[in-house]
């Protein structure tokens, strides 16, 4: 599991069928304008089941500002505003480079401790996690607790460089603007992508070195999350999303993204925007880190 950020498997299939046979009748006619079919309404269904509990929660303070819903704790009120300048600096950012806004408010919470950010996903105490999206929400971990306090104005400005927001915030926005039609490297991939851009920040470990046999595309795509180096998982899926982001020029990516949000498939979208299959993206990509300047060398 990703050290600072990660989205948790999710556990819902259970849920989504029960939602699927509720819901058949009333959402068939819509179903004719979805071409990737039930699963994507069905998964819109739960997200905003999810997002509207939370909204609603009384054990946890409310603020809000134009496009958020800050849940947080009495021991959180002096960064709670911190939180929510840099969120909506994060929002400008994504929406921008994704041409997209989520409907509504997106609701953030922010809990003072690991072991209750911890508890809300039944994680093990090993999880470092500072940010998780899932399901429409982004669960966030105090910046008091990993950020060095006293000066409010450099904490609020290390949050900013350091803090998952950025990161959190695109896997939201590519969710919504999808309904989930993706691959899991991808979201991973140009969420750190958005980081990088903005913040710099991009999580390297020895073990993500590139001087060692790398995982495949074909591996990424089946079996991302539970791929062992984890850390050279997010690297591969982090040098994937800046090579397609450069092969097209600008719109490129823009372009696959809008295709996904239509139900279109991903080896369709990327044949359709890059010209080449699953296989033919594989060999772009190894020739991609022989280039010198791709930021693929060690
Ligand atoms: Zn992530």
Redesign the pocket.
Known sequence: M?VR???PKAGMLAILGLLGILAMPALAPALRTHPSGWSRLFYAAYRTHVRAAFAARQDFLTRDDQHFILKYTRADAAVAGAVLRQADLAYDRVTKDLDYSPPGKVVLVLYPDRASLQRSFGWSSQDQAL???WAGVIRLLSPRVWLPTGDERQLEAAYGREG?VT??F??LVLDYRTDGNYPYWF??GL??WEEYRYTGYLWLEPQSRLDQPLYSVAELSTSFPALPNQALA?REAFLLVRMLDGEEGDGGLQRLVGLLAKGVSWDEALDEVYGMAPAGLQKRFTDYLARPGSGGED
Request: net charge negative.
């Open positions: 990703e950020r990660s989205i940010g998780v999206y998952p990161h959190e695109t896997h979201t991973e969420a750190q997010y």
